[in-house]
């Protein structure tokens, strides 16, 4: 298994069955590591509350965030990621149901990489996973992460 993991961050069950059921359709072998909530989603990202003591510590190498979080919204979560040079070019894909300008703007002002629509039919969302996965885990080159403390 290749060990460059996903973080998503998606608080509805459905929508997170959906996308896991999307990236294996689509081949995407990474390990994933599923959040529920905002604060959850900033306590993996630098090892800390329940997280803390994590062996991986320089992972995830993407985040697919959804925008409509308990605790903290997505909005938030991404630029407490951008505002901390240890993960500040954590790669952010913006994952959600809103197609509200405001936040698509807010999205990539805050540093979001790629603002993705999640859409209503199957099918499509698989093919959205499926070139997701190519891009940003085949095609894509990271920077080197430090290791966050």
Known sequence: MNSIKILL???????????????????????????????????YVFAQGPHAGRKDINDPYVILLDINLPKLN??????????????????VVLLTSSDEERDMVEGYKLGANSYINKPYDFSEFANQMKMLGTYWLDINKFPPIKARD
Request: glycine content about 6%; overall charge negative; aromatic content about 0%.
């Open 9 to 43: 961050v998606e608080d509805n069950c459905d929508e997170e069955e959906l996308a896991m059921r999307a990236l294996r359709r689509s081949g995407i072998t990474n390990e994933v590591c599923v959040v529920r909530d905002g604060q959850e989603a900033i306590d």
């Open 74 to 91: 997505g909005l938030e979560v991404l630029k407490r990621i951008r505002d901390n040079e240890a993960t500040a070019l954590i790669p």
